[in-house]
């Protein structure tokens, strides 16, 4: 069976005036369709370079990335980003930011405007539309990131720390709201973090990388997908077996 | 949110009234500074306590300003050297603007024109002034490159800080999106830069009439400049000190105007 995503033997090597660094060596993983992934290692590890590599932003020094069996290279538009910061633009208001990526493609289509108008409705950010970022809360303003990020439809759903900077209160609805969009719009997604408990109660599948230069040390597949409740799953024995099993393998 | 036609508690009434009163305060003393000068000035000339030739007196100063009003002078000066600084202030904000971007553009570029921007900068530009009044004739033009000389590189310097300060996340976000870099510039760095620019202006503006003043005081036979060195040159202080008291008004609404700007800028944004 053919993977959406394809990583195969990719290596990054960063070259500056006085030396050569190996970040990343020849690390093989896969995502499928609608699958949620989390990528967990010690910090500086190279998880950031591994989404940047996959965004198709960096070229890798050798391998091969592919999604649907496309070069990354030809996959334009086909990732999203979303980062830990939410990154919106100040100066846009709700609609305009979630307009940008169409905006950037010539995408005009009234289907598109129906389709964020939609996302917009269901996610509860209808009556802000015409509001600029700084009326936002917290998780409201990860929200308008996140449909952003689905502005142009991607296949695949980069997240790089999404719920890094938000206090615990926030972090708890944020983490769930995403969950919940993720889920319903099907997105296959990889999270790169450096909380085990968020990677273990998201996800499918959990990555765990090595110091750098960072190879793939071991994969722990879950089942808690299928409990609907984040703070449900944490309640499980698998959720506490798998945070121990990850976090042996990171000390 | 302005809260209006609210009964305040005892403890905020009072805290708004001490407020009041601060301002108050400050505002009277402000004023009484300057009543005191003035006032003293006036009488300490009107009582030939000092000399009225070398220090001229408020009433003097003002009576020059009417006399120039009513023979047209006043208006014709101030229109020559307005048109300069803004026409100067034009030129090297959008030039300015302009080589910051293929500044921003093109890392080559910026890294070949740094020494080059470097030596301008800590150059004193008004040692270039006898070089352009031979390149550019002894005219307005003259006054203007000088203007635009001095106005110039502290825009392109701050403003290709400003762009080069872009969050880099922003632009990958951009980049992920398939932008290409002058969409990236469009709507990214230039809007983001916004704040900066408008702090640009207000140091801009100012070395605008620096600019044209200093070219006036070189080359002009018309402006407040030309009339700042004639009134030394003929030994009528009350003509310099006008023309520097039309200046500083000049000045402070210009100022006021772009600060005016920068507020609903500010306003829209934070």
Redesign the interface.
Known sequence: MEHLLNIDNVSLIYHTLTDETLAIESISMYADENEFISVVGPSGCGKTTLL?LI???ITPSSGKITLRGQPISEA??K???M?Q?D?L???RTVWQNIK??P???GDKSPETTKYLDGLLSKYGLQDFKHK?P?HLSGGMRQRVALIRTLA?RPELL?LDEPFGALDYQTKKVVIQDVNDIISREQKTSILVTHDIGEAASLSDRIIVLSHRPSVVKKVFTSKLRSIPLIEERKKTREYQELIDEIWKELI | MRRKNINYSKEHSRFLARNRRKKFFVLSMQICILVVILGLWEILSYFNVINTLIFSSPSRILNTIGSLYSSGELFYHIGITLYETLLGFAISTALGLLIAILLWWSETLRKILDPYIVVLNSLPKIALGPIVIIWFGAGMQSIVVICVLITIIITIISMLNAFRSCEQDKILLMKSMGANKFQILLKLILPASVPQFISVLKISIGMSWVGSIMGEYLISSAGLGYLIVYGSQIFRLDLVMASTLILCILASIMYLIVSFIEKLVNKKRS
């Open positions: 940047s965004s198709g932003v334009k538009n990732t999203g980003y980062f910061r990154h633009f100040e100066w940008l990526g905006e950037i493609v600029y700084k142009l980069l």
